[in-house]
């Protein structure tokens, strides 16, 4: 009996320290007074974090992240919209086939996707780094786009666009009309998720950096290399807050977690 | 003024793919008519609506509105109204949003948008609920809304794919009255489909009863109900005991029967279970079941033609099961079939 209702508590526990004490540890490491990264911190201090910001590389790589992730995941969200609405709607012959190759890049490792990149298109017809990292997230967040566009266009009724067809409107303007609004949610969670594995991607950016042209989470490693300062730990979380602030905005202005 | 010809169907056939649903259907419907289209799930109901809407364009044949031959005109340019079974209203707009939908398109001016908006919504009732969403109303109310929603378009044809088939017994006679009303007071031409032949007789003007994508009878309900031309509509409007005609005997399972007076030419005759005479006559058989339905009661009778259900009034005295019974299948009260199949 006692053993029984201990399992829950414990159970419950382990997964909260398993899930949140990386990030706490993080976090306490970045306010270390310490000249390396160190858990538990030496003494409290800022510095680190305030160093973040003067880290030029840090500044430009994270531009060039923010940059990928949204502009990828808004061409992914462009092509993957009317796609999902495409497989969900018509029969098409091979409908299985499309859904199979879209959703390739979640299956096939990165370091793969990264290496054949760079060896069969960025080598053979000199594609600039920064053209093919944006293709390379492109096709990584694509399949994200279309599973939840899709299971949301899943659960709304086809009908309503014939409604609006025989209300004046053309197929077109009901898809526009009645069709976007209510998968806005399934958008929302689609860029959400688009954008966080593309800010967070290692193994395919890292075979396509270049001169003046790395993700943040190259630098990151590359910096560690020469220096294990905290300041790493610091950049850590502030992305992690930065995360969490997106999620917040998401759910307190479009009900984000209704959706998901 | 009114037009007798303002919808017809020539030669309508629908198909789906290499599927044919609907086969060379002809069909004519003056303004103002309200129609049942009633038969068996499957003949073709949903898609001959499907094709007078324009979501389905017709293989073959035509479709003609007030006039114009619109068989080429798209759906949204036909002004046809159609309520879908499952309501279809757009979830993530208010009840008032819904109504105003297809003014806010042809680009309603806002007094007068707003005036016919708030008329359609308080002549379903739903007046207290404009601000809702679909999500938040009964069945019954989003019915009503997607009703106020087809007519405020003023649509020259309403159609209605089983419009009650969702609703409790209650609603579904509210709904009922709803739609006779909202037909009266505007006289708009309307199409309902539905399997529920009380249905259509109390409803409509006239019925077209269809069977595997054709016309089998078309007629007023009187016609429908007292005068089936054929086996089908017959046992569809509850005649229960159908004989196929041959040399003016009866064909049964036991063999030829012989009827007592002159028969008519015909494919067959058909009796309603309250049109056999009980008590008295030329047949005999044996109650094999029983039945009490508050007015009357009924009986399953096993007799040398075969089954024969038999109606009478509740008040006579019952009669047990295993009574031998004498009774008549009077030639006068049969409906005479044209049509045996
Ligand atoms: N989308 C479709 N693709 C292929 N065949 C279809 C399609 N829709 C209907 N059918 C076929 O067409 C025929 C007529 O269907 P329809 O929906 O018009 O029947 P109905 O009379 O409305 O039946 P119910 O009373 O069940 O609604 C049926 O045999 C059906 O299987
Ligand atoms: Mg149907």
Known sequence: MMARNLFIPITLGLVIAFLIGPFLIIVAASFSGGETLAFPPQGFSLRWIAKVFTVESFRDSFFMSLFLAVGGTLVALILGIPASYALSR????????????????????????????????????????????????????????????????????????????????SRLGAFFRVVLPNIRGGIMSAFILGFVTSFNQVPVSLFLSGPGVRTLPVDMIAYMEIVFDPSVAALSALLAFMSIGIVFLAERFLGFSRYV | ????????????????????????????????????????????????????????????????????????????????GLMFQSYALFPHLSVYENVAFGLRLKKTPAAELDRRVKAG?????????????????????????????????????????????????????????????????????????????????????????????AIEQIGSPEDIYNRPTSAFVADFVGFENIFELSDGRLKTPKGPVELSGPVPIAAGLAWRPRMVTLGSGPFQGTVRGASFAGNSREYLLDTSLGPIKAEVDAALPPHELGAELAFDLPIAAAAALRTFG
């Open chain 2, 1 to 80: 003024m009114s037009d007798p010809k303002f919808l017809t169907l020539e030669n309508l056939t629908l198909a789906y793919g290499d599927t044919v649903a609907v086969k060379d259907l002809n069909l004519t419907i003056g303004k103002g008519e309200l129609v049942a289209f009633l038969g068996p799930s499957g003949c073709g109901k949903t898609t001959t609506m499907r094709a007078i809407a324009g979501l389905l364009s017709p293989a073959s044949g035509h479709v003609k509105l007030d006039g114009a031959d619109i068989t080429r005109v798209s759906a949204n340019k036909r002004n046809v």
């Open chain 1, 90 to 169: 018509y029969k098409l012959p091979g409908a299985e086939t499309i859904r199979t190759i879209v959703s390739a890049p979640i299956i096939v490792p990165g370091i793969i996707v990264g290496l054949s990149l760079l060896r069969y298109i960025v080598v053979p017809f000199q594609v600039g780094i920064t053209l093919a990292l944006f293709l390379a997230h492109t096709a990584l967040i694509l399949p994200y786009a279309v599973r939840v566009v899709s299971a949301s266009l899943g659960n709304l009724r086809s009908d309503i666009e014939e409604a609006a067809v025989l209300l004046g409107s």
């Open chain 2, 121 to 213: 919504i308080t002549s379903v009732g739903l007046s207290d609920y404009a601000d809702r969403k679909p999500g938040e109303l009964s069945g019954g109310q989003q019915q009503r809304v997607a009703l106020a929603r087809s007519m405020v378009m003023e649509p020259k044809v309403l159609l209605l794919d089983e419009p009650l088939s969702n609703l409790d017994a209650r609603l579904r006679l509210d709904m009922r009255s709803e739609l006779q009303r909202v037909q009266k007071e505007t006289g708009v031409t309307m199409i309902f489909v539905t399997h529920d032949q009380g249905e259509a007789l109390s409803l409509a003007d006239r019925i077209v009863v269809m069977k595997r994508g």
